[in-house]
Each structure stands twice: as structure tokens, then as C-alpha cells.
């Protein structure tokens, strides 16, 4: 058998969550993991730790202790300022062999994908990759987590009951972040850190990161697939009148239509929105993974046949050409009556 | 510098959507349903085919599983991939993540003078797209993952990826030999070249290398090597819809609708 660099016996009760960041501000999923990391730690009075790497990111500290963490580990180094592999993967070693937490989740993002599959070898563990949920036994302190493949049409539950840490990505807008609580009590701990230029291969020759468009917590998600021909104008129109934003299934993006970041379903986002209408989409399983946390689905096809009305509560077969603008006419002039 | 070799590893998954669960063994049913190059590793087969278009050298082909799934990776020998590695044993059998990319190391170790490891965003199948960065953990060397692009200046011995994030993008230069994953979809990946198709599906033109032609470590391959263990697999269960139907006019349907929003929207 393969071994862990330490073992059930050594570890100590807690859950490590890496703590992404961008412009000063903490990742939504690292948020939602301290959220989901609290709840489980409360359940079996476990700690709660975040990862926090960087350069002059001590302020991000205490919001994740705000946020629910009891220990902000800290790796503050000017060659932490980007992300590259060889200084996170370098650090987050380093703080996990001293820590020796039980439980290390990271969120499935380019990032958090590349640092765990580093370091799940570097450790000799396993990794449960892009879970969408979690749960520790509280008997036996082993993490289950779920996972879906094929498109998400099979779920697995995986553990790992003789290796640690117990490693998890876990797929952004799964969980919900803590009510931030800014008189929270929590310490920062610094890592030693010894980082030489020479130790990274990787040069960041450009970066350009900007808003980010994030439609996991968007209250309505207004989506198009083939069916609409690319106008993609017209669901805009309709989603700010609704207060949400627009997504896409995968040709429009592949097409050039519109931002891959909008992609919903497995190999993008998935959404939990209060309602998600469905312009012109035939429901491929992949995409349906992405709407299925909404509350209430909503469907335009011109094919009664589509597989997407099994997935809706409200279906409509008829051209998505004239009922979108009917329903954009409606709220406006409902719009105009509430205001008179 | 001499040639480059490019190595993509590919998986053959059965095709997502006639995949289903046996409830009773909880085992993926595998009888019948069709095979296929994982799609996303087509992104990656491409990315490296056009690499040896601008540059020459040579592209070869890894991948692990049972002798039957030579068929489905002799298409890329017809799409000009030059040689065809299958890893085979039954030691390497119900690998994750550390064992499969420690075997798929080892077969690049024996392949010896790799620049460049190929591989797709994450499996149909599994969807773990952890596998390219375990990969040059076992191996030492440098990664781009999720380029939709990518430069090499050999003069200096570096690749140059544009890598996609989210709301934005990096480039990125990593020293070879590097790991490179590749976006999916971010390319179309060649047909077959039906004049060296006759010659791609030849009888014994992949080689099969076993766990003692690797050098294997059998406390790091198959169940041995794999720290995670499935405890349970079922069919997904879909959430339950009112699948009601709408009927009328566009603008009576668009007064149902606001009805719904009504409801379900908090003002």
C-alpha cells in the first residue's frame, strides 16, 4: 500500500480550506468552504483553518476568521503575490505537514485544481475531485464525499479511511457562505517560509483578471442555447429586467456568442438561482447539471419533444423569438404601472 | 535542440450518454455501450498534431486500459499521431487519481526524452481534471493547465501558454519539459487522414507495456496505489418538476410568467 506522509493517528482534529483571492477580495467559493467547514467542525467540535498565501493579504485574514475560520495560517511572501505552482505548492506543504489537519478542501477552480493535484502526490493521499457535497462521519472522522460523473448522471460517494489529509475540490456555488460576524475571536499563524526566486520555474509574463462575471449566486438565471441564434442581446434585456444575468449553454460559447465564463452545466458553472429560464435549449444532460439547484425552472422550446421539458416546472413550446419580447413588453409595462 | 517529443495521454471512456448503473452491484454497466476517445483529450491530440505541424518532431500517444481499447486510440495514428502506447496489467485495475498518474509517469519515464505531456481539461467519466497536475508532481517538471494556446521558442527551451481563468486570462512561460492541459473545446480537432488510415489500424501497431515493462512500484499502482475507495454509486436521482405545460397566446403566456416571477421572486 501506498503510504501518507502522516496517518489517521497523527492527524489533528481540523479542516484546512485554501483561501483563494483577487484584487483584495476573497473567493465566493473559499467563503462558501469556511461556511461548510464551520457547520461540519461545529458538528463534531473540530477547528476550522484557512490557507492564506500571498503578498500583503494580512487584512483577508481576519475576514476569513469573520467568516468562520478559528486559525488564518499565513504565507505572506512578495513571490506569493501571483499564483505559480512551485510557491503555493512549496507553502501549502510546508503548512500541512506542521498542521496535519484532517480534512484540506479547496475550490475547483484552475487554481485550487492545480494546487490539489500537486499536492495530493507530494502528500501520497487521495483527493475527491470536484465534489458537490460533503460530510463527515462522526464516528470514524472520514470525510464522504459525492461526486457525479458522466455528465452528472452518476453520482459516487468516495472516502478514504487510512490516508491524510482528506483531500476534496469542491465545485463553486455548492455551499453557502456563514453570516460574517466581524467580533469572531481567531488567530493568525504565520508560516515559516524560506522561498527563493530560483525555486520557481514558472514566469507570469501577463496577467489580466477582471471583474469576473459569477453567475453562482445569481437570483435569475436567464440561459440560451442554439435555439436563440446568438441573441444573446435580448436575454440581456430580459435578465435586467429580472435583476439576474445570462448564461449559455456550451455552442453559443464554442460559436464565439458569448463568454465562455457564462458556460453553465458540468464543465461550467452550476447556478442556484430562484428561477432559470431555459431559451431555446434541448436539455443535453451536461447542461441540466447546471440548473438543477434552481428553484424553479422555466422552459421555451419549439420542440414539445425537447428533453429539457423533463427538467422544468413550466414548460412553453413555441418560438423563443416571440415570447421572450412578450414577456420583456409585460414587465415593462408592469414596470410603468407600479411606478404611475 | 533536437526534435520534440510530445507525449498526450488519452483515456477511452464509455460514451456519456449511454452510460448506466447496475443497481444491484452499484457497477458502472459496461456491456453495450460504446467507447471513445475521451473528448477533451482530442483538444489535447490537436493541440500537439498542430505542434509538430509548425515545428516537426514527434507525437505519441499514452494511455492506460485493457487490450480491447487499442481500436479507439489507433485513430489518432490515423489523425498523424506517429506511435501508440497502451499501459496494461491487471496490477493497474481500480487506480484513482495518485495511482493512474503515477503509472502514466512511469510510461513516460520509459519513453525517456519527453518535452511535452500533453493532456486533456478532465475525463468524460470522472471529470476530476486533476490528473495533469499529479502527473508532473510524479514527474519534477513544470505545468500549464487550461492553455487555449500555445507558443514554444525553442531557442531558449520554453513553452509560452495562454491560460484561461476566471474573468480573465495569464500567460504563462514554464522551462521544458512541461505538463500542459488543454481547454476543451478551445479547438477542432483533424479528421482521419484516410490515406495512412489502412496503415494506423494495422494489426500490432500499439505497444502494450505491463507493469514489470514499467519498473512499476506495486505499492503505488491499481487498488494498492489508490488512497480513495468508492463506498457507493447510484444513478443520479433528478429533482422532481411540475412539468406543466403553458398554453396561449405569447402574450398570455408572458402574463403567466410574470405570475410565476411574482411568486418566486422576492420583491
Known amino acids: 500500500m501506498t503510504v501518507s506522509l502522516y496517518n489517521p493517528g497523527e492527524e489533528q482534529k481540523s479542516i484546512l480550506v485554501f483561501l483563494e483571492h483577487e484584487g483584495g477580495v476573497l473567493a465566493n467559493v473559499s467563503l462558501e468552504l ?39 495560517w499565513l504565507g505572506e511572501h512578495p513571490l506569493l503575490q501571483f499564483f505559480t505552482i512551485e ?12 498542521g496535519k489537519p484532517s480534512v484540506f478542501l479547496l475550490g475547483a477552480t484552475p487554481n485550487g485544481r492545480d494546487l490539489a493535484g500537486r499536492l495530493a502526490v507530494r502528500l501520497r493521499t487521495g483527493l475527491n475531485a470536484d465534489c458537490s457535497g460533503l460530510r463527515i462521519d462522526p464516528d470514524s472522522g472520514v470525510l464522504v464525499s459525492e461526486v457525479s460523473g458522466f455528465g452528472g448522471g452518476v453520482l459516487a460517494l468516495i472516502e478514504m ?3 491524510r489529509p482528506q483531500m476534496a475540490t469542491v465545485r463553486p456555488g455548492v455551499f453557502t457562505p456563514s453570516e460574517m460576524d466581524r467580533n469572531k475571536n481567531g ?53 435586467d429586467l429580472l435583476g439576474g444575468d445570462v448564461g449559455a449553454t456550451r455552442p453559443p460559447v464554442d460559436e464565439g456568442h458569448i463568454e465562455r465564463q457564462r458556460q453553465i452545466g458540468q464543465t461550467g458553472v452550476v447556478c442556484s438561482p430562484e428561477v432559470a429560464i431555459c431559451c431555446g435549449i434541448s436539455g443535453a444532460f451536461h ?33 423563443v423569438h416571440q415570447i421572450i419580447p412578450e414577456i420583456i413588453t409585460a414587465l415593462r409595462s408592469e414596470g410603468e404601472i407600479a411606478h404611475a | 535542440m533536437p526534435d520534440l517529443h510530445m507525449v498526450v495521454c488519452v483515456k477511452v471512456v464509455p460514451k456519456s450518454e449511454e452510460i448506466r448503473v447496475d443497481p444491484e452491484t452499484m457497477h458502472l454497466i459496461r456491456e453495450g455501450v460504446r467507447s471513445e476517445i475521451n473528448p477533451p483529450d482530442m483538444n489535447a491530440l490537436e493541440m500537439a498534431l498542430d505542434l509538430k505541424d509548425r515545428h516537426g518532431g514527434r507525437v505519441s500517444l499514452l494511455s492506460m486500459g485493457p487490450p480491447p481499447f487499442e481500436t479507439y486510440l489507433q485513430a489518432a495514428l490515423a489523425m498523424g499521431a506517429d506511435h501508440v502506447y497502451l499501459l496494461s496489467d491487471r496490477a493497474f485495475a481500480g487506480a484513482d487519481t495518485l495511482a493512474t498518474t503515477y503509472t502514466l509517469a512511469q510510461g513516460i519515464r520509459k519513453l525517456g526524452d519527453v518535452d511535452i505531456v500533453f493532456c486533456g481539461e478532465e475525463s468524460a467519466d470522472g471529470a476530476t481534471g486533476q490528473v495533469p497536475s499529479g502527473l508532473a508532481e510524479w514527474l519534477n517538471v513544470g505545468q500549464l493547465t487550461l492553455l487555449t494556446n500555445i507558443e514554444m521558442d525553442l531557442k531558449r527551451g520554453v513553452a509560452r501558454g495562454h491560460r484561461e481563468l476566471k474573468g480573465g486570462y495569464e500567460i504563462l512561460e514554464v522551462p521544458l519539459p512541461v505538463v500542459v492541459s488543454v481547454t476543451t473545446a478551445c479547438n477542432e480537432p483533424r479528421f482521419m487522414d484516410y490515406r495512412i488510415k489502412p496503415w494506423a489500424f494495422e494489426a500490432g501497431r500499439v505497444t502494450v507495456w505491463t507493469a514489470g515493462d514499467l519498473d512499476a512500484d506495486e ?11 468508492v463506498s457507493s454509486l447510484a444513478e443520479a436521482p433528478s429533482r422532481e418538476r411540475k412539468k406543466q405545460f403553458l398554453e396561449g397566446s405569447p402574450a398570455e403566456i408572458a402574463q403567466l410568467l410574470l405570475n410565476v416571477f411574482r411568486e418566486d421572486l422576492p420583491q
Open chain 1, 287 to 319: 447542461f441540466v447539471v447546471g440548473i438543477e439547484k434552481a428553484n424553479t425552472v422555466i422552459a421555451i422550446n419549439s420542440d414539445p419533444e425537447a428533453p429539457i421539458f423533463d427538467y422544468a416546472d413550466y414548460c412553453i413550446v413555441g418560438d
Open chain 1, 187 to 239: 488567530k493568525v499563524i504565520e508560516i515559516p517560509l524560506v522561498l527563493e526566486e530560483d525555486m520557481i520555474q514558472t514566469q507570469v509574463v501577463e496577467r489580466e483578471v477582471g471583474s469576473g462575471i459569477d453567475l453562482t449566486r445569481t437570483p435569475v438565471l436567464v440561459a440560451g442555447g442554439r435555439g436563440i441564434e446568438g441573441d444573446f442581446l435580448m436575454l440581456q434585456k430580459l435578465a
Open chain 1, 87 to 98: 510557491a503555493y505548492a512549496h507553502t501549502a506543504f510546508q503548512a500541512v505537514s506542521d
Open chain 1, 161 to 163: 479511511r487510512t490516508h
Open chain 1, 34 to 72: 469556511l461556511g461548510k467547514g464551520r457547520e461540519m467542525a461545529d458538528g463534531l467540535h473540530w477547528s476550522l483553518a484557512g490557507l492564506l498565501m500571498g503578498h500583503q493579504v494580512a487584512d483577508l485574514a481576519h475576514e476569513a476568521i469573520a467568516y468562520g475560520a478559528d486559525e488564518v
Open chain 2, 219 to 229: 505499492n503505488h499502482i491499481g487498488f494498492n496505489g489508490s488512497p480513495t475507495v
